[in-house]
């Protein structure tokens, strides 16, 4: 929790070898969660598809650690690692990917839409770009509720060209919202290169309603950690909202079926990220170089973790499914206070 | 005669459309090279370039309000749509602008569009990816709704709507798109508003619309085996729809159920029901049944999602109560 604490004082968490080690671990997590979704996937053991987020690590840790579980995240179709990162609980979430009844969601949701508010995370959504308003309301109701809670709008490259994302970052600019939009920029939406689908620069088009835009190099973990660090501390204060263009890629295709795509993207050019971006490689390389931990550390690190995650599907594959009786729970829920006001109306 | 998938169906429609005519053009996400998700358009980017084959960015709101400028101005778009739920994105371009630009004008401007997108559940793709909301664009006057029940249909009916002067959406099942069915070399066209007599029978009409036309015609094997004779009508389209070969079923019958992919709450099922009700009343013999999809959002976990939608075995149990006199629910 020191990082979480360090942020709300908003202060580097500099030379500390406990948070460097909590944000290695969260983005191994990740990686590892996905590794075994794609291996459910691929063995069909998951129902309906999903998209991955391996390569991308570094930008929901280093966001997310410097949030504490009263600040919000709303997230995406390709939503795992936001929701890992803000805390999240493997169990839960692969039951959820398997449509069982102790899943975040009790199987109603799948992998697009895992919700955890006990960590803030108000769910990861199939709509691109359909978050952006619920992010920028999220951000209304912490000022109008007097509290210094701060939401961050994750979304992709394509989704900047959602006509939603103007309303709310000129409404967001005009009231000072605490609000952070965070675009990945993994250079693809589907199956197009972002340079076809978005015309100018992005930084610019959030300048415009007279946000400050960040870019930054969304593989280095402590770039995205210190970035984040300073603008959430402003944007309890109210210097906000801010948005941060994060460069980045997707190491799977668009979702998981999505293997022949050499006609839209060269295998040269993942390698090439693979091996010279990869996050986790390079922070496990930086914190031994550091003397923070041994290689054999990390070693270990990375087996418990695999360990983990391989006995949470295990029990997520022999969990139950949801009761029949469950399909028509949840459409509305109760009001109670509601209705002791109209009882009390006809007594 | 040959047999193409549903996708191919579709993919051959607007190929010979696009050839035939110049002012047809394309747009949507991922619909040139990638030939959509479903890769139904595959190809044509191919045939016809990127100056007809248009990719764009995530902007649904704005490319199909582009299409409408356009096809008041001398095109005939074919607005392609991922997926049926992100109609609600575009509801104000669809049904505000498209819809009334004709009769606003005093039938001065038309909007010859098209807009293909699909419907139906059990992909396993949660509730924003299932939906099936063709109801709520056939509530809109001025939109035709056309919804093909196999290959067949897809073609016909694209072809027919891309000739259309009025704005018109098709709905394809997207768990259909692997079927065959036996298509013609030759053209031809399926008129809007004419019902097709799948399956003739006496003592049930079974009106089934897309996918539920496929469970209708299982329901009526199954029932064949009770002694039960069903007729199924697939209406192709809902706007315009073939009242008159409806009813002159039901009158023959005496009895019917309307099934749709749809919530059955305010839907199909319930306006199809009530034409019946009320054109057809002193030739029933039981109430007019609805069977749509649950008033839930469709579910992500298989264990719920099947309860969701109509099945044959469902069908076919509610068409034996009516028969038997037996519907005490409903009496
Ligand atoms: C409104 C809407 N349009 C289209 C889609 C289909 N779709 C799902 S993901 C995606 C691409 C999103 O690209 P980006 O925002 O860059 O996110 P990434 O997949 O790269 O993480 C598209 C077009 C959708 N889910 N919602
Ligand atoms: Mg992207």
């Given at each position: 929790m020191a990082a979480k604490a360090a942020a709300k004082k908003g202060t580097a968490p500099k030379g500390n070898a406990e948070d460097y080690l909590r944000m290695y671990r969260q983005m191994v997590r990740i990686r590892a969660f996905e590794d075994n979704a794609n291996q459910l996937y691929l063995s069909a053991k998951m129902p309906g598809l999903t998209h991955m987020y391996s390569g991308q690590e570094a930008v929901a840790v280093g966001i997310c650690e410097a949030l504490t579980d009263d600040d919000k995240i709303t997230s995406t179709h390709r939503g795992h690692g936001h929701c890992v990162a803000k805390g999240a609980d493997f169990k839960a979430m692969f039951c959820e990917l398997l449509g069982k009844e102790e899943g975040y969601c009790r199987g109603k949701g799948g992998s697009?839409?895992?919700?955890?508010?006990?960590?803030?995370?108000?769910?990861?959504?199939?709509?691109?770009?359909?978050?952006?308003?619920?992010?920028?309301?999220?951000?209304?109701?912490?000022?109008?509720?007097?509290?210094?809670?701060?939401?961050?709008?994750?979304?992709?490259?394509?989704?900047?060209?959602?006509?939603?994302?103007?309303?709310?970052?000129?409404?967001?600019?005009?009231?000072?919202?605490?609000?952070?939009?965070?675009?990945?920029?993994?250079?693809?939406?589907?199956?197009?290169?972002?340079?076809?689908?978005a015309a100018g620069s992005l930084t610019a088009r959030a300048e415009a309603f007279g946000i400050e835009a960040h870019k930054v190099d969304g593989q280095d973990v402590l770039a995205v950690n210190e970035l984040t660090q300073k603008l959430v501390a402003r944007a309890r204060k109210g210097e906000g909202p801010f948005f941060i263009e994060l460069d980045t890629y997707r190491y799977h295709g668009h979702h998981v079926g999505d293997i022949n795509r050499e006609y839209y993207r060269a295998k040269d050019e993942e390698s090439e990220w693979k091996s010279t971006r990869d996050p986790i490689l390079n922070f496990g390389k930086w914190l031994t170089e550091q003397g923070v931990v041994s290689e054999d550390d990390l070693v270990a690190i990375n087996d418990e973790i695999r360990a983990d995650a391989e006995a949470a599907v295990a029990y997520a594959e022999a969990a139950r499914y949801p009761d029949a009786s469950e399909v028509d729970m949840h459409v509305y829920v109760d009001s109670p206070e509601l209705d002791a006001a109209l009882s009390k109306q006809s007594a | 005669m040959r047999e193409i998938t549903l996708s191919k169906a579709v993919n051959e429609a607007i190929a010979e459309e696009m050839r035939r005519d110049p002012t047809v053009f394309l747009i949507g996400e991922d619909v040139a090279e990638?030939?959509?998700?479903?890769?139904?358009?595959?190809?044509?980017?191919?045939?016809?370039?990127?100056?007809?084959?248009?990719?764009?960015?995530?902007?649904?709101?704005?490319?199909?309000?582009?299409?409408?400028?356009?096809?008041?101005?001398?095109?005939?778009?074919?607005?392609?749509?991922?997926?049926?739920?992100?109609?609600?994105?575009i509801m104000d371009q669809l049904c505000n602008q498209a819809a009334k630009a004709c009769y606003m004008s005093g039938g001065k401007l038309n909007v010859p569009l098209v807009l293909r997108t699909n419907l139906g559940a059990t992909r396993r793709s949660a509730a924003q990816h299932s939906q099936s909301l063709h109801a709520l664009v056939a509530h809109i006057p001025g939109l035709k709704v056309a919804m093909p029940s196999s290959a067949y249909e897809a073609k016909g009916l694209m072809k027919t709507a891309i000739r259309d002067n009025n704005p018109v959406v098709i709905f394809e099942d997207k768990l259909m798109y692997q079927d065959k069915a036996p298509v013609p070399e030759e053209e031809y066209l399926i008129p809007f508003g004419k019902a097709n007599i799948k399956r003739e029978g006496t003592d049930i009409t079974l009106i089934?619309?897309?996918?539920?036309?496929?469970?209708?015609?299982?329901?009526?094997?199954?029932?064949?085996?009770?002694?039960?004779?069903?007729?199924?009508?697939?209406?192709?389209?809902?706007?315009?729809?073939?009242?008159?070969?409806?009813?002159?079923?039901?009158?023959?019958?005496?009895?019917?159920?309307?099934?749709?992919?749809?919530?059955?709450?305010?839907?199909?099922?319930?306006?199809?029901?009530?034409r019946i009700s009320e054109k057809a009343f002193y030739h029933l013999d039981a109430p007019v049944l609805r069977m749509g999809a649950m008033d839930v959002p469709v579910p992500f976990s298989p264990a719920l999602e099947d309860l969701t939608v109509p099945t044959p075995e469902a069908v076919a149990e509610r068409a034996r109560q009516s028969v038997r006199g037996e519907l005490f629910d409903a009496a």
């Open positions: 697009m839409h895992i919700a955890d508010q006990s960590h803030g995370n108000l769910g990861a959504n199939a709509i691109v770009g359909g978050s952006m308003g619920i992010a920028t309301g999220a951000a209304l109701s912490a000022q109008l509720r007097g509290t210094d809670e701060v939401t961050v709008c994750f979304f992709g490259d394509g989704a900047t060209a959602q006509g939603l994302w103007y309303e709310v970052m000129n409404m967001a600019a005009l009231w000072k919202l605490p609000v952070i939009y965070a675009c990945e920029n993994n250079g693809y939406s589907e199956y197009t290169k972002t340079e076809e689908i | 990638a030939g959509t998700p479903f890769k139904v358009l595959a190809g044509l980017v191919e045939e016809f370039g990127t100056k007809r084959v248009i990719d764009t960015p995530i902007s649904e709101p704005g490319f199909t309000g582009m299409a409408v400028g356009a096809a008041l101005t001398g095109s005939r778009p074919i607005v392609d749509l991922m997926f049926g739920d992100f109609i609600f994105l089934g619309t897309s996918s539920m036309v496929q469970v209708a015609e299982k329901a009526a094997a199954l029932l064949e085996k009770d002694g039960i004779s069903a007729e199924v009508i697939d209406p192709r389209t809902i706007v315009p729809l073939d009242e008159e070969t409806i009813l002159a079923s039901v009158r023959k019958t005496s009895r019917a159920i309307v099934i749709d992919e749809g919530h059955q709450s305010y839907g199909v099922t319930g306006e199809i029901a009530s």
